[in-house]
């Protein structure tokens, strides 16, 4: 029989735009404009770690929702200069769904060639009012702050309005970058075309915004003005800067209307919980998530306490960002490192997610399936791309979180975790902090690595595309690239799609994009299903766990002795005799690596993404794919 032809290799996005027009491709990436965002019905956007390309939905093809993951096979193509991909219905598949790449920052002078189908953020003044098109679109100029003009296009499915624009004030906006060249071959007509009110935000100028109102607005009523709008409001924190993530800048602030996230300006100290502040900002949506940007933090004296509102029902929108409190059955905990999402079930019946953040330092062990539990926490919406539509509840420390034994139902018995210090000392990540090791455990989400640039970060999540100088990480935030340096390229051959690995090293920027680079001062680990430290390369058991030794680099002897099994013929002596040679080289493998000062870490599995992303591997447009991801 004839061998039928080899499929064409999968390529990244950056490695597609570089072959000739005409050229049929593979790639893989994850929708991050749907389709009439980019002005063109069919056209939607895709991405992976390297670069990003517009892709021509075929006829007869369901448009994919932002967040799913799609393999491409299709013909590159160059209408009006804007590369992009026109498969056939046969080369359009998903995979899953999969995080947005964090968005690149940019100035006029780089939109270009190298960050053309990127999703990007820009700041700029508008020159004029908004142009407005026949079916609901507009065009607006915004000038940077080196004098640079950038064009910013809204399709009427946007839902943005153009009164949104106001000419003369500053915007920060994040869209896609397209291009509509002048003539054949012009490297101009370079755009942002902007996706939803979640892209636009109104850009601090100044201590105070202009018209900043003197009178404090009710914070359910500051949640009900267009965004952009001026606001004061005052209210207590019930959430520090340390729970939401790792920027330092965000809180969440109660009155006794309502409650809000607030940014606070760069620079500003922490406010403790309970503290009671007034802010000046203006309004505007992260997420789906209403928040204020604040350009004044003003402390305030003894103002009323915040307390916690007791549902026994599940949170919705209109609980989001307050405090409350609520008691259920623990169903089941997934643990992912320091972070940790277990499932209660209420006295009605409704399944409640209950999110553990790393910076709420609660052990994920303490959660036991089963349990009775009682929490108190901040009500925070999923994610955009996020399978999971609840909403879920966040508890800030361990005192925040009750337990009880198995089978209670009236909260008898409960014991409070404490303030959850002991948590955040190790122990509950597969004992690195009773070993005396360093604190392992991801510190930086990947969508907050372009706040991070030259400094060392601990990261980790799943492995989305392995490329020829490292891989592509999604940590359920966003996905970025992984660079591997000195050493390290030695183990690029024994990384995996969709392995969970954890790894240390220093942010840069490559063209205008945070990347981690992992060089031989770094780390680099694969995680097992119980989360713990894997060599990189190393055999597993069915389960996930561990064949060998947690060693950096596997032991290639350890591995082939699981293998073997049973009795021993000729051929399992044949085998024995190899695996004696190959325990030489292992050991000198060790030492060589112990010279480096190499060190394996530990952090918890992402086993909410593994799953669901292997059982959609073979999945078409038109098949359902399988939930993969809750919370974020």
């Known amino acids: 029989m004839t061998p039928g032809p080899t499929p064409p290799p999968t390529l990244t996005i950056v490695e597609a735009r570089g072959v000739p027009v005409g050229t049929v491709v593979t790639v893989s990436g994850v929708v991050t404009a749907e389709a009439g965002r980019l002005g063109t019905p069919p056209l939607i956007a895709i991405a992976d770690g390297t670069g990003g390309i517009a892709v021509r939905v075929p006829d007869g093809v369901p448009t994919p929702d932002r967040g799913t993951k799609l393999t491409i096979r299709g013909a590159i193509a160059d209408p009006y200069g804007q590369l992009e991909l026109r498969p056939s219905p046969s080369g359009v ?49 915004l000038v940077d702050a080196a004098g640079g003009t950038i064009r910013v296009l809204a399709d009427g499915s946007s839902g943005i309005a153009p009164t949104a624009f106001v000419k003369g004030q500053t915007y920060v906006v994040t869209g896609i970058v397209g291009q509509r060249a002048s003539r054949k071959g012009a490297l101009d007509g370079y755009r942002l075309y902007i996706r939803d009110r979640g892209d636009l935000a109104l850009a601090p100028s100044g201590p105070a915004p202009s018209g900043s109102p003197t009178a404090v607005t009710p914070i359910a009523r500051a949640i009900a003005q267009p965004d952009g709008s001026a606001v004061t409001v005052e209210g207590t924190v019930t959430a520090g800067t340390s729970l939401l993530d790792s920027s330092g800048r965000r809180i969440v602030l109660q009155d006794v209307s309502g409650a809000i996230e607030v940014v606070l300006p760069t620079g500003t100290a922490g406010p403790a919980v309970g503290a009671h502040l007034r802010i000046v900002g203006t309004t505007g949506h992260a997420w789906g998530a209403p928040r204020v940007l604040a350009s004044q933090v003003q402390a305030l004296g003894a103002g009323p306490a915040a307390t916690a509102t007791g549902l026994s029902r599940a949170p919705g929108e209109r609980d989001e960002w307050l405090l409350v409190r609520l008691s259920g059955t623990v169903l089941k905990v997934q643990r992912t490192g320091d972070k940790w999402l277990a499932e209660i079930q209420l006295s009605d019946g409704s ?89 392992i455990t991801p510190d930086t989400d990947l969508a907050a690595l372009g706040d991070h640039v030259g400094q060392r970060v601990r990261i980790g999540g799943l492995i989305a595309t392995v490329a020829g100088d490292g891989f592509d990480l999604d940590d359920g935030t966003a996905i970025a690239h992984v660079a591997l340096r000195d050493d390290m390229t030695s183990l690029i051959g024994e990384l995996r799609e969709g392995e969970a690995v954890a790894a240390t090293g220093t942010v840069e920027l490559v ?84 010279r480096r000062r190499l060190r394996a870490v530990i952090v918890g599995r992402l086993a909410t993404l593994r799953p669901a992303r292997r059982a959609a591997s073979a999945a078409t447009l038109g098949a359902t794919v399988p939930a993969e991801r809750g919370h974020a």
Do not use: C, H
């Open 93 to 141: 598949a998903v995979t899953g769904t999969g995080s947005l790449p964090a968005p690149i920052q940019l100035a006029a002078a780089g939109l270009g060639e190298p960050t053309e189908g990127r999703l990007a953020t820009i700041k700029g003044s508008a020159l004029t009012a908004p142009q407005k098109g026949t079916s609901g679109d507009f065009t607006v100029d």
């Open 351 to 439: 399944k409640v997610p209950v999110q553990g953040q790393a910076g709420a330092g609660i052990p994920s062990t303490a959660i036991v399936a089963g349990s009775r539990i009682t929490v108190t926490g901040i009500v925070k919406r999923p994610y955009p791309t996020a399978s999971d539509r609840r909403f879920a509840v966040l508890p800030r420390s361990g005192a925040d979180v009750a337990i009880g034994p198995a089978g209670g139902s009236d909260g008898s018995g409960e014991t409070t975790l404490g303030n959850g210090s002991s948590a955040a000392g190790g122990g509950a990540n597969g004992g690195a902090g009773a070993s005396g090791g360093p604190d």
């Open 511 to 594: 063209n205008g994009a945070p990347i981690v680079v992992v060089d031989d001062a770094g780390t680099l680990v694969r995680v097992g299903a119980l989360g713990q430290a894997l060599p990189i390369g190393n055999g597993s058991g069915a389960d996930g766990t561990t064949t060998g030794a947690a060693d950096p680099v596997a032991p290639a002897a350890e591995v082939t002795e699981v293998a073997i099994g049973g009795g021993m013929g000729g051929a399992g002596l044949f085998v024995l005799a190899l695996v004696t040679a190959l325990a030489v080289t292992a050991a000198t493998l060790r030492r060589r690596l112990e």
